[in-house]
């Protein structure tokens, strides 16, 4: 996870930000025939009566979809409730039937939220099924519809099922936005239900912006930010959006409602439609396709089926390990919070180990450290069988080769260095070096330093760096306190 | 000949159904330049489906129950490669790609489809004059309507074109075109068949149904097209029901209503024709007399029917005809923007009563009337739905006319759209409701042209209607409905 310095907005103001996500679901079909649901494929080529609207088609129900839906309302902490598809009435040329087969008064899921890594929640007011449209492409008049000398439209895309998640406009910084996409792509990773690629169009994100002084709790007139394609450039959109509104505010006028379009390499947004008239889609209920009543065996089984969720695993990991909230985020991030659990329940330390998950093993494919050897290092560590430098050297080799850390420790001559064999060959050190003894133990601060340092290089010298500097250090000053300050005690 | 016997003689080998094919196509070409009950007769596949069912019978194959039997097609149902054009310019040249399922069930019972018939544009209207190609005509007399919007159906059987045919009734338009041409009709319970293939007007009330010469071949029709179809999602996943096995079960004993607001009772419709109302009167007493128990039924909401239909019908047509853009088939009327284009190519592609529907559904929906047009005609549903229930617990069908006339004059309603709107008084509410109902010929009117009677049932009643309906086609026969 990136913790960006979140922009500082003009003193005096506060964001007030709505996310709408829509997402497309990875099933093998469309939502309303059997047409493939593929990315990329030739344009026109996964069509059929259905899809394309031609007249007297019917649409069935794909109930992956569904099915597909209520995992994420669950996942999404949602009610999931009998739901009722309707349509939504507007023109549009890469839209089939001219309405779009949605859910409006009754969808499927409804009043969830997503826990963010520092505890702020997000509240979720609807995740409702409905289908994507074409694709248009609009050739000269700069790209726009009705300038366009011809426009030629893929209706691939057309009927595959989407998502549209719709927070409650309670994000209040760009870091808390941030964090929400991000945590959703996770989720929806997580139970398998879409690939949530921003690139790719599988997951797109339009924000509705507002701002309002700090302290009040008004919602302002809000634009909405369309053509967002990744999550920092919804980052800039939202901030550019917000400083032009106050700017509106501090010069005495006022935002319209409207659509903004954002333009990524001008890092500004330009006006769409206003809203001022606000479109009428006529919604009703579609009258080709029956009530979604899910049962009470149903969500048992999802439920009984979801894997842990990010939160989940968060705050498993906070319980064992006590580590901070952007540590144990860093850890769930890069799925390395099934390691760590493992590794503390079979006894390793919880600081080592989130502390060697943490920097030695920021790499992306940990898959050949097993949590039993994982586990097994960390403790040959903590009981000092391994120096931090030889455990972090088995470490890189358990990522490269996996295998048996002892094995790894023994090929290297890791072997172990216990304490008193260390505390024997120190004293033997002192006893053969009396001079340097002395001007470590009486001499001045720089002294003592240079000659702690010759000390431990015989002694990593003499152990063929197997033993802890850090320990050598430690017996030199124990052994420099003692009564006698000569030589250790015979 | 009627189709049960056609399909009999095909299937035993004592007729050919290239003969049969040929005698119909014949009658067609003698008489349908004046009824213009087709809009494409399909000469080419009927000959080419006739031969492959002669074929199976030489091989000793078994066609299926409707052998060789001609049936006419109502041009909004979808055929394969040919015309389909819902009597509308906007569709024009128009060749879908698929088989509606009906027709998929009739090829595979040996059906020969004969032609595509005649309608109001998009299924809107009763009397076919709002065709874009112009009216059907009465084989009775051919100064009259023949009914609509399935007139050109009608008018087929009635014409003897083909012994079957199929329409779409949506508030009515099977029914009253039946009544107009005395021929049989049905408006089965919604689901019974399945709608894929079927262009859609007002989905949530469309339903496809037979026409025949009598009970019994409306019944192997109805058999033969009924049933589940995964494609359609309100398809009753049933199979579908056995009726000729229980045409001949008799009424003794059963529980016969009429409903006074549509047979001339105190504070029902008016408008309703005195000889209209004897002969409903006259068809439930031999039903009476031939052993049911009859009594009047009042359904207060039966006459708010009219107005909710004509929210519901047009709102969901706004929304199912709004697919019509001039952008991926049909008529396409050039301009500089797309907008434009849509705006051109409806103007043009729509007739004025297709139009009218559009803006009155339109309007509707929109916010701020939803609730007082929609929303309101969705309760007046909910309550005729209701008071059908209630009734249905006191008998066990519902008689009523079918159209509140015989048939009227060309030109005679065109200019009032609401006296139109009333021909579908009495067979709004079926559709509406969701249940079945059938009209069937039973005497004539004071001007010698024939009237329907109509027997309703509850859901899924279609053995019951069927059985009744029987009853009083025994009596017609017999001299009983003079
Ligand atoms: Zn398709």
Sequence with gaps: MSWSIEPTLPEGWELVVGLEVHVELSTATKLFCGCANRFGSEPNTNICPVCLGLPGSLPVINGTAVKYAMQLGRALLCDVKPAVMARKNYFYPDMPKDYQTTQYEQPTNSDGEVVLPDGFTVGIERAHIEEDTGKSTHIGGGGRINEAIYSLVDYNRAGVPLIEIVSRPCLDTIDHAKAYVSGLRDILLAIGVSDARMEEGSMRVDANVSVRPVGSDELRTRCELKNINSIRSMARAIEYEARRQIDLYTSGERPRQETRHWDEAAGRSTPGRSKENLDDYRFFQEPDLVPLVPTAEEIAAIDAAMPALPAARRAALVEASSADADVVATLVERGQDALALAAIGRGADADKVVTRLRHDLAVDDFSKVSAESFAALIVMETSGDLTATQAKQVLAELVDSGGDPRSIAAERGFEAMHDDELADLVDRLIADNPDEWQRFVGGHEGDRKKMQGFFIGQIMRATKGQADGRAVADLLAQRGRSPANGSPGT | ?482
């Design chain 2, 1 to 482: 000949m009627s189709a049960l016997d056609t399909a009999a003689a095909v299937r035993a080998g004592e007729r050919s159904a290239v003969d049969i094919l040929d005698e119909h196509l014949a009658r067609i070409a003698r008489r349908d330049g004046e009824i213009h009950a087709f809009n494409l007769v399909t000469e080419g596949l009927a000959r080419s489906q006739a031969e492959s069912v002669d074929a199976a019978v030489a091989e000793g194959r078994d066609p299926g129950p409707l052998a060789g039997v001609p049936v006419a097609v109502k041009d909004n149902t979808c055929t394969r490669g040919i015309p389909t054009t819902c009597s509308s310019r906007i569709l024009e040249g128009w060749l879908p790609p698929y088989d509606a399922t009906v027709i998929e069930r009739l090829g595979s019972a040996g059906a020969i489809i004969i032609g595509k018939t005649n309608l109001d544009e998009f299924a809107m209207g009763s009397s076919t004059e709002n065709s874009a190609f112009g009216p059907s005509r009465n084989p009775h007399d051919v100064t009259k309507v023949p009914g609509g919007s399935s007139g050109g159906s009608a008018a087929a059987v009635a014409a003897g074109f083909a012994p079957l045919a199929i329409g779409s009734d949506t508030g009515g338009s099977v029914r009253q075109p039946a009544s107009l041409c005395g021929v049989v009709g049905v408006k089965p319970t919604y689901g019974v068949v399945s709608r894929y293939g079927l262009v859609a007007f007002a989905s949530s009330l469309d339903q496809i149904g037979p026409f025949a010469t009598s009970i019994a071949d409306a019944a192997v029709l109805l058999e033969v097209i009924g049933g589940h179809d995964p494609r359609d999602s309100t398809s009753i996943p049933e199979p579908a029901p056995s009726l000729l096995d229980v045409l001949g079960r008799g009424v003794d004993g059963m529980r016969v209503g009429v409903i006074t607001e549509l047979a001339g009772g105190p504070g029902g419709v008016e408008g309703i024709a005195p000889d209209v109302v004897a002969r409903t009167r006259q068809a439930v007493a031999a039903l009476e007399a031939a052993g049911a128990r009859v009594s009047e039924i009042s359904v207060p909401s039966a006459i708010l029917g009219l107005s909710a239909y004509y929210l519901i019908a047009p709102a969901e047509a706004s929304s199912n005809l709004s697919r019509y853009d001039g952008v991926r088939y049909g008529l396409r009327v050039d301009a500089p923007t797309t907008g434009e284009m849509n705006i051109a190519s409806r103007s043009a592609g729509f007739g004025d009563e297709v139009k009218r529907r559009i803006m009155l559904g339109t309007y509707a929906l929109s916010a701020g009337y939803y609730d007082a047009f929609y929303g309101k005609a969705l309760k007046v549903r909910t309550l005729i739905m209701r008071d059908f229930a209630a009734a249905y617990e006191q008998v066990d069908v519902l008689v009523s006319p079918t159209s509140p006339t015989t048939a009227f004059g060309f030109g005679d309603k065109t200019a009032d759209p609401m006296a139109m709107y009333v021909n579908d008084v009495c067979t709004i509410p079926s559709n509406l409701s969701g249940h079945p109902a059938i009209s069937i010929p039973f005497g004539v009117g004071d001007d010698g042209m024939p009237i329907g009677v109509q027997i309703l049932g509850p859901a899924q009643s279609e053995p019951t209607i069927f059985t009744v309906a029987t009853v009083l086609e025994d009596v017609a026969a017999k001299g009983g409905a003079q």
